[in-house]
């Protein structure tokens, strides 16, 4: 599986921490920056993630900034993408169940690199239910190719 990732200012030490753990998981990383503290535009860097995730079969998205909040908000601009904020494994796993999301978007400032860690497994390891779910998320998929 590919992996795009990528941070603001904010999420410098998170992403690599992420995707240094990736690597060497075997996962195809690619890091889209930042790569310091000096301050970015975080909309740079989710729309990169999102757009690369919309056009790349098989693959998933990390976006960080202080509080995922707004490359959150960027990455589900794109269409295709389905980003999920979030704080746990447990949110981790239910996002790719329940919601097919493609994208994970973490925050920095309120989720430490062991967490942060287990939630991403949860992301890519954790299967589509569909049944009931496909239903929901093809409403979704409808809404924006009607409203997009």
Same mark, same amino acid.
């Given at each position: 599986? $590919? ?14 921490? *992420?995707?240094?753990?990736?690597? @060497?998981? #075997? %996962? ?7 790569? @310091?503290?000096?301050?970015?535009? %975080?909309?740079? %860097?989710?729309? !990169? ?5 919309? =056009? &790349? ?6 976006? *960080?900034?202080?509080?995922?909040? #707004?490359? @959150? ?8 993408? =389905? ?9 981790? =796993? ?14 920095? #400032?309120?989720?430490?690199?062991? &967490? ?5 497994? !949860?992301?890519? $390891? ?5 049944? +009931?779910?496909?239903? +929901?998320?093809?409403?979704? $998929?409808? %809404? ?5």
């Amino acid at each position: 599986m $590919t992996v795009f990732i990528g941070c603001d200012h904010g999420g410098v030490e998170l992403k690599n921490a *992420i995707a240094e753990e990736l690597e @060497s998981r #075997g %996962y195809k990383v690619f890091d889209l920056g930042t790569d @310091s503290g000096q301050s970015v535009d %975080y909309p740079d %860097y989710g729309f !990169a993630v999102a757009e690369n995730v919309a =056009r &790349t079969a098989d693959s998933r998205g990390i976006v *960080i900034c202080k509080t995922g909040v #707004g490359m @959150s908000m960027c990455a589900n601009k794109v269409k295709g993408v =389905r980003c999920a904020l979030c704080f746990n494994a447990e949110m981790g =796993r239910l996002c790719r169940e329940h919601n097919n999301a493609n994208v994970l978007a973490l925050g920095a #400032g309120n989720t430490d690199i062991p &967490t942060a860690l287990c939630i991403v497994d !949860a992301f890519l $390891t954790t299967e589509f239910a569909g049944g +009931r779910h496909a239903n +929901r998320v093809a409403k979704i $998929t409808l %809404y924006e190719a009607n409203h997009g």
